[in-house]
């Protein structure tokens, strides 16, 4: 029984994470944060190293996670 539980939440959990992600993908390239520290990169010439890339992405989600359970924008 957990098995068929198990398969049928990752079948719907990949259903739905994976057009989401593609999507994320897509519109990352619109972002104007993102299009900011791509130009500031592209500008200087430099790459960017994948340490680099986790640590911005380790950075964005902390401060997501950290206003989400501080409430921050609730009390504006």
């Given at each position: 029984?957990?098995?068929?539980?198990?398969?049928?939440?990752?079948?719907?959990s990949l259903?739905?994470?994976?057009?989401?992600?593609?999507?994320?993908?897509?519109?990352?390239?619109?972002?104007?944060?993102?299009?900011?520290?791509?130009?500031v990169y592209?500008?200087?010439?430099?790459?960017?190293?994948?340490?680099?890339?986790?640590?911005?992405?380790?950075?964005?989600?902390?401060?997501v996670v950290?206003?989400?359970?501080?409430?921050?924008?609730?009390?504006?």
């Amino acid at each position: 029984m957990w098995y068929g539980v198990f398969l049928w939440a990752l079948v719907s959990s990949l259903a739905f994470h994976a057009p989401a992600a593609l999507l994320a993908l897509v519109t990352l390239r619109r972002h104007k944060y993102g299009a900011a520290i791509a130009g500031v990169y592209r500008a200087a010439g430099k790459n960017m190293i994948p340490f680099e890339a986790l640590i911005l992405g380790v950075g964005q989600t902390f401060c997501v996670v950290v206003v989400s359970f501080l409430r921050i924008l609730a009390t504006l």
